[in-house]
């Protein structure tokens, strides 16, 4: 006991000096600093601008609003609440909806499951009543359903994309997002046929055949996600 | 000081909260966001966070911003683990105590370490070989650390924590790759390429060759324990729109100082293949691997060769709205070969053990934020036969910000030849000899934990646990006729409880501090009738807490600054000091293909020691400078 005691006392000397130590360095580091993005303003982006690039068979009717619903990510419904306002898509104002389950997804175009949250994607009734595009953000996550799934290389967020999943979704990828994904998973002849590599200047991978590589690393989830290694 | 305090104010008053605006990104195309390097990735999006266990995920961009040159110092990245290096190749790794104590020849054989599905638990003694752990720092995808038990999916030893290394896929590792790296304790060369190899199939192909100096003696004399090694290897993953294979492959052969200054060899490899079938309602996977393990101490010394021959399938099925079942089976031959000396000896000295097991799990869905997970695995021991090992847990996620679980589950310690079948002798004397009787040590364990993020800067994971062993190993003595040979025996039992806590503070945009935490507390007891030889210390001779506090800063002009502190309590017996160290490293980021960066460990001394002499020598403060290429 006596060791955890000093110990603490060193922990609360050390925080004071760690206090110093940040107003000291605040001195040299915003410049640096001022032009990045958190991991989750950048995927509130990727959200809203999918949108650009994906045809839903329904779109284009009535007023309703473009609505992105988030399930077990509140940074990112954070995010999406800075950036939507006064945003559209195809001239129907973009909102997020907070959803809590599949039960409350009204006619959201877009579904985001946050990491850890795909497994529910599962319970999904094969043909959805209407077409949505499921975006995931883990390791198997194209697997469990999603139509296009976040990747984090290299401290850059990336995608990869089911066209199966679209296909069943009823959703048309345009050949552009294709470009840009780190790869694409079936479809072969739809991304073949849409793959323009001369059109990706920021692709890092450039390359039709790259992108049609496929296997997912099945690494992972223990216990709840349930894959054993 | 006090000018650049004031100058920090008038500063931070610019500084703070200044992320670029929300708009710019709206503005961007896709390519333009997938170029994006983001300032943190954030540790509460990591899909693990959500599983009932503790679990810590040391990821890809931890590695790479840390000191770590080798796996084990990886290791120490993760707070619920100890890691205590004891020569320069021989490191002992624990969770939550049990961490062994060398006096009684007691290994730290209470915990599991898979490399992408391979285990690297060598059979012989139940522990870690630490000299074969290495991978390519720079394709590790993460590392899952858990602590606590992991038997129900992983099986038997997985009785303290589970670490799984997991190497990227292969198409995410294109291109070339060097690193070289330069210090007074380590030099190495790396190189990988990785490229496509049709549309549907990619490969990468690496191979590294470092050097790592000696140690001191506590007599302030080399510990001639200087190694090196050469280590090569590949991976290929290839798919169809359902299917998809991965096959890699490791090699490796090394040489080791030893303690007369002759040199010991170390030679093996593996191959693993592993299948998997995608379906709308079940995943199907089949793996098997192949593994060799040789030693050799110097001439006249100890020499082993493992072969390991390991099949496993699983099937993961989606039954119903609620139900999430997983399911498989596995068999495993251990094929082994010690080479005995006259005052070490295995009887019979070859052998081949079969490990067989089967287990299912089921994840129910009781409402939309509660889950029951339950399971049981079967596992035949060579030794033991076959023994069950179960698992129940609770989640519950309360409105996105917090997970709270409670666990209780069962794990064993398998027997090995060395409690089984070693003798001892001085001369002709045998002073032990393995007990055939030998059960396996057990534990029943009970945790609670909770994991949440309060604010959208803020995480933290606590873990409550309280462990019930039985059949503890202890040395015992005959009473008819003569005291010799003394034997193994499991008459200790006892509990232990404790805490491990991590969190994460993302202070500004460009500095995120994370302290992290392990507080055990040991009761255990001699059952009647033990000898009571060695004590009671004969079990662990662990600190009662290790604590650690991790900073990342992104500085101006592409550097970073990461420092690691590390606080180990005192050992009991045999003593040592508590002690404090640090580990830094200063990175350049020249231009998108060059990384430079000047790092250390154990900085704060010029020769500590983590485990007390003779068992552990003095480890040297190791500085080194090290460029990455990309191209």
Request: glycine share 10%; aromatic share 10%.
């Amino acid at each position: 006991m006596h060791s955890i005691h000093r110990f603490s006392r060193c922990l609360s000397a050390g925080a004071v000096l760690l206090q110093l130590v940040a107003g000291s360095l605040a001195v040299i580091a915003p410049a640096h600093a001022a032009d990045e993005y958190s991991e989750d303003a950048v995927k509130a982006a990727y959200l809203y601008r999918f949108a650009g690039y994906v045809d839903w068979p329904d779109q284009g009717a009535g007023s309703e609003p473009f609505t992105i619903a988030v399930l077990g990510s509140p940074a990112v419904v954070q995010e999406l609440r800075h950036l939507l306002p006064n945003l559209s898509v195809n001239h129907h104002p973009a909102e997020v909806r907070e959803v809590r389950g599949l039960h409350d997804l009204g006619r959201a175009q877009i579904l985001y499951v946050g990491a850890g949250h795909a497994g529910i994607l599962r319970t999904l009734t094969p043909v959805q009543d209407h077409p949505m595009l499921l975006v995931t953000d883990e390791e198997g996550g194209l697997d469990a359903g999603g139509v296009l799934n976040f990747l984090t290389v290299d401290r850059r967020v990336r995608f990869e994309v089911s066209l199966t999943a679209a296909e069943r979704a009823r959703l048309k990828i345009s050949s552009e997002l294709l470009t840009v994904a780190v790869r694409v998973l079936g479809g072969r002849r739809q991304s073949r046929d849409g793959c323009v590599p001369q059109a990706a200047p920021n692709s890092v991978d450039g390359d039709c055949a790259v992108r049609e590589a496929r296997g997912l690393p099945h690494d992972s989830p223990s216990f709840g996600a349930g894959r054993r290694r | 000081m006090t000018c650049s305090l004031l100058l920090g104010a008038l500063h931070s008053t610019l500084a703070r909260g200044e992320a670029a605006p929300a708009d710019d990104l709206a503005r961007m195309s896709l390519g333009e966001l997938a170029n994006i390097e983001v300032t943190s990735v954030s540790k509460s999006s990591e899909g693990l966070q959500r599983a009932p266990a503790a679990i810590y995920v040391i990821t890809h961009d931890d590695i790479q911003r840390s000191a770590a040159t080798n796996i084990p110092e990886a290791l120490r990245l993760a707070p619920n683990l100890l890691v205590t290096q004891t020569a320069s190749s021989a490191y002992v790794i624990s969770a939550r105590g049990f961490g062994g104590n060398p006096n009684a020849q007691n290994f730290a054989n209470k915990l599991l370490i898979l490399i992408d599905g391979r285990s690297v638990y060598t059979p012989l003694f139940s522990g870690i070989y630490a000299n074969t752990l290495d991978v390519m720092l720079q394709d590790v995808e993460r590392i899952e650390v858990i602590s606590g038990v992991g038997a129900t999916l992983w099986g038997a030893n997985a009785m303290n924590g589970v670490i799984n290394i997991i190497t990227r896929a292969s198409y995410l590792t294109q291109g070339s790759f060097v690193d070289a790296a330069a210090g007074n304790q380590v030099q190495e060369l790396g190189a990988r390429y990785g490229d496509r190899i049709n549309g549907d199939a990619t490969f990468r192909a690496y191979g590294f060759e470092f050097h790592r100096g000696a140690m001191e003696t506590a007599g302030g004399t080399t510990a001639h324990d200087g190694w090196s090694k050469g280590q090569g290897g590949f991976r290929t993953d290839w798919s169809t729109d359902r299917d998809s294979l991965t096959v890699q492959g490791d090699f490796y052969r090394g040489t080791e100082n030893m303690l007369d200054n002759s040199d010991g060899m170390l030679f093996g490899g593996n191959l693993l293949a592993r299948y998997q079938n995608h379906g709308a309602r079940s995943d199907f996977q089949v793996q098997a691997y192949f593994d060799q393990n040789e030693q050799f101490g110097p001439a006249g010394g100890t020499a082993f060769v493992v072969h390991t021959y390991d099949l496993e399938v699983q099937q993961t099925i989606a039954a119903g709205a609620s139900n999430r079942i997983i399911w498989g089976g596995g068999e495993r031959v251990y094929a082994y070969g010690i080479t005995n000396t006259a005052s070490l000896l295995f009887e019979p000295p070859s052998h081949d053990l079969t490990l067989g097991d089967a287990f299912i799990q089921d994840t129910l869905a009781l409402a939309s934020s509660v889950n029951f997970i339950f399971g049981i695995k079967y596992e035949d021991d060579p030794f033991s036969g076959w023994m069950p090992l179960p698992d129940a847990r609770l989640s519950w996620d309360i409105n996105g910000h917090a997970t709270m679980w409670a666990a209780a589950s069962r794990a064993i310690r398998s027997p090995t030849p060395f409690d089984d079948e070693v003798v001892e002798k001085v001369g002709p004397f045998t002073y032990l000899a393995g007990n055939t009787q030998f059960r396996p040590e057990q534990v029943t364990a009970y945790e609670i934990g909770t994991r949440a993020q309060p604010s959208p800067d803020v995480s933290l994971s606590v873990a409550a646990f309280c462990n019930v062993y039985d059949d503890l190993r202890t040395i015992e003595h005959r009473v008819a006729k003569s005291f010799f040979p003394l034997y193994w025996g499991n008459l200790m039992r006892g509990d232990t409880f404790g805490i491990d806590a991590w969190g994460n503070w993302q202070i500004n945009n460009w500095w995120r501090l994370s302290p992290g935490v392990t507080w055990v507390r040991e009761r255990l007891e001699f059952r009647a009738g033990a000898s009571q030889l060695l004590g009671i210390a004969q079990a662990a001779d662990d600190p009662s807490s290790h604590a650690t506090l991790t900073s990342s800063m992104n500085l101006p002009h592409h550097t970073s600054f990461d420092a690691s502190l590390r606080y180990v309590g005192a050992l009991p017996e045999p003593g040592l000091q508590h002690y404090y160290e640090l580990d830094a490293r200063y990175g350049w980021q020249v231009s998108e293909k060059v990384n430079l960066s000047l790092s250390g460990t154990n900085l704060l001394h010029e020769r500590h020691t983590e485990l007390p002499a003779p068992f552990g020598e003095q480890i040297t403060r190791s500085v080194m400078a090290e460029a990455r290429w990309k191209f």
